[in-house]
């Protein structure tokens, strides 16, 4: 049971060029997220997503856009990268939207945009 | 509104004390709060939640964390520290809102284990 896994692992890009980075989950989870992680700061929600088909944005949604063909997979795409997507981004999927359930994380993708 | 502070930005121990990581919250409803640990290159790990059951609650490798209402708190502890324990801890707060849910993640807390 891999659980939540993201490619790749590192990144670099040059400003303006554009990337996917890939989240797949197998534990059939209807509700994933993408985050990101600025140094010092908590993670900020960048867009979920409720099921097949059906995404929402989250807290810093800018100069992202996402995707949700299936269950398992939810891709997070990064049109004209600036250096201020710079940062750690983390994949998360949960049983439920409940408040009470807990996420499970994928191991993160390390960018930097020079 | 929700809101949540990890008192700390740094912790340092050494190996066998005790381990206290401070979060502090404010939340306009019942919330959920979580701890989590994040290990170097790692993604976040689920130590232990509270969900409106028992008070304090009891996690993983020996961690465990009281909700107090009154003093709006979710602190985490340890008997005694492992060198293990060195990660980063993240406080979270979770609640319903009108047409779902918000979660908001502290700054974290890195704790620091010294020989």
């Known amino acids: 049971n891999a659980g939540v896994t993201q490619t790749p692992k590192f990144r670099i890009l040059k400003i303006g060029q554009s990337m996917t980075l890939q989240c797949t989950q197998d534990m059939n989870h209807n509700y994933m997220y993408w985050y990101r992680q600025d140094p010092g700061m908590g993670l900020k929600l960048i867009y979920y997503?409720?099921?097949?088909?059906?995404?929402d944005k989250g807290e810093v949604p800018n100069g992202y856009n996402v995707s949700r063909s299936t269950t398992e997979d939810f891709p997070l795409r990064l049109e004209l990268a600036a250096p201020s997507q710079t940062s750690v981004y983390f994949c998360?999927?949960?049983?439920?939207?409940?408040?009470?359930?807990?996420?499970?994380f994928g191991p993160g993708t390390r960018l930097t945009v020079t | 509104a929700q809101s949540v502070t990890q008192l700390d930005s740094h912790v340092s121990v050494s190996e066998g004390t005790p381990v206290l990581l401070r979060c502090n919250y404010s939340s306009s409803y019942s919330p959920s709060l979580f701890w989590y640990v994040q290990h170097p290159n790692k993604g976040l790990q689920l130590l232990l939640k509270y969900t409106s059951a028992a008070t304090l609650v009891k996690g993983i490798n020996g961690f465990e964390a009281e909700f107090k209402k009154s003093e709006t708190s979710f602190h985490l502890t340890k008997p005694s520290a492992h060198m293990s324990d060195a990660a980063e801890y993240f406080c979270?707060?979770?609640?319903?809102?009108?047409?779902?849910?918000?979660?908001?993640f502290g700054a974290g807390t890195r704790l620091f284990v010294k020989a």
């Open positions: 997503s409720v099921g097949a088909g059906i995404t």
């Open positions: 998360a999927s949960s049983y439920s939207l409940s408040s009470t359930y807990e996420q499970y």
């Open positions: 979270v707060v979770s609640a319903g809102i009108t047409g779902g849910f918000k979660t908001i």
